[in-house]
Structures are given as C-alpha cells and as structure tokens.
C-alpha cells in the first residue's frame, strides 16, 4: 500500500527553519515526482516545489524561491524540504505529493499543480511567529 507520511513541523520563530520530511511506504521514490504544497487557514492549497523522479530536476514557487530546498535521499527512500528565513506568512499545513514518473514518454521536469498528483499524505503543521 503505497503511503506518504509527513513530519518535522512545529513552532518556529520568524527567520528560523525548519526541515520537513515526506518517507514513503510501499513503492520507491526514486520512480515518482515529489511535490510539496501548503494550505493555510482559509485559502488554497498552493504548490511550493516538486523534485522529478527521473533527473531530480527541481521547481521552486516564487514565493518560496531562495529560500526552500526540495533534496531527496533515495537510501532512505524520503524528500525533504528545507525552509529558512521563515515568515509568519509561511504558517500553514505542508503536504508531499506523489506522482509516478510515465513509463511510455520521458516527462521533462516535475509537475507543479493538485491536480496532477494522485497520492497525498496526511499533512505537518508549521507555525512561524514570535
């Protein structure tokens, strides 16, 4: 059974970090795209970054860029996701994402949008404030 569990949320003080971590369960990372989004208290979900399974290219939002780094470690089979200069505007829950990389063409890059991923985990709270 393929699962996605997220972790290392928590309090943080504005400009501190924090690293999430996003382990898979039950099939290999290395064959799927990563994405990572947040939802915060009354808005969208928004799409912050994704990794590609095949080449570990890698997207950033503008609003995260700079500042976040998506990495995978494949021996661990986990992507994580560095956050630093943390805002009070960062405070959200911060979900992971898969998608299987297609067998029958090479997708270039990772895809960015809900839509696109099929499995989700279960969310980590990060609240930035003093």
């Known amino acids: 059974q393929l699962q996605l569990v997220e972790s290392g949320g928590g309090l943080v003080q504005p400009g501190g970090s924090l690293t999430l971590s996003c382990a898979a369960s039950?099939?290999?990372?290395?064959?799927?795209?990563i994405g990572w989004f947040r939802q915060a208290p009354g808005k969208a979900r928004e799409g912050l970054s994704c990794?590609?399974?095949?080449?570990?290219?890698?997207y950033y939002a503008d609003s995260v860029q700079g500042r976040f780094t998506i990495s995978r470690d494949s021996a661990k089979n986990t992507v994580y996701l560095q956050m630093n200069s943390l805002k009070p505007d960062d405070t959200a829950v911060y979900y992971c994402?898969?998608?299987?990389?297609?067998?029958?063409?090479?997708?270039?890059?990772?895809?960015?949008?809900?839509?696109?991923?099929?499995?989700w985990g279960q969310g980590t709270q990060v609240t930035v404030s003093s």
């Open positions: 994402a898969a998608d299987p990389e297609p067998t029958n063409y090479e997708r270039i890059g990772c895809p960015r949008y809900i839509l696109d991923y099929p499995n």
């Open positions: 990794i590609a399974g095949a080449d570990d290219s890698t």
């Open positions: 039950g099939f290999s990372l290395d064959s799927y795209a």
